[in-house]
């Protein structure tokens, strides 16, 4: 691969997180159903928030400097460490900025965690989801 990357290309680390809910469930005395509660001020959204953007903005650093260990023949302003915070979800975030034509990405390569089938089946596997649903792009997935 190294020997195949020019020195115009740029390889973007792309982290995605979920934004955290603005809204909590609760369930009051005498209900069957939780029912969405809004924060009482808008202060510990804030805080959760800034808080989810800067993991995201740290995975998207480590993967960086891992890419740039990695691939020597790198050098840093090659590496773009980007990441985003969407209520849509790490995968369809994925898949929007994959999508995007103006992005022109040549190949999607992501990590996987490596849950056997029960807990991929129980808590999603965002590598597997991004697999499904790209279309017209090489697609490696490393363990």
Not at 1 to 27: R, V, W
Not at 70 to 90: H, I, M, N, W, Y
Not at 96 to 122: A, E, H, S, Y
Request: glycine share 4%; net charge negative.
């Amino acid at each position: 691969m190294a020997g195949h990357i020019k020195e115009t290309d740029t390889l973007t680390c792309f982290a995605s997180k979920e934004a955290p809910p603005q809204y909590y469930p609760i369930i009051p005395a005498m209900a069957m159903e939780p029912v969405a509660v809004q924060w009482k001020d808008n202060t510990h959204y804030e805080k959760e928030l800034t808080n989810t953007k800067k993991e995201a903005m740290e995975v998207a650093e480590k993967a960086k400097k891992l890419v740039l260990e990695t691939v020597p023949t790198l050098k840093e302003e090659q590496v773009v460490a980007a990441f985003s915070v969407d209520v849509v979800g790490p995968a369809k975030a994925i898949c929007q900025k994959v999508d995007n034509p103006d992005n022109k990405i040549d190949i999607v390569v992501m990590g996987t965690r490596g849950l056997g089938l029960i807990r991929r089946m129980v808590l999603g596997s965002v590598s597997n989801e991004v697999l499904h649903s790209v279309e017209g792009k090489p697609f490696l997935v490393v363990h």
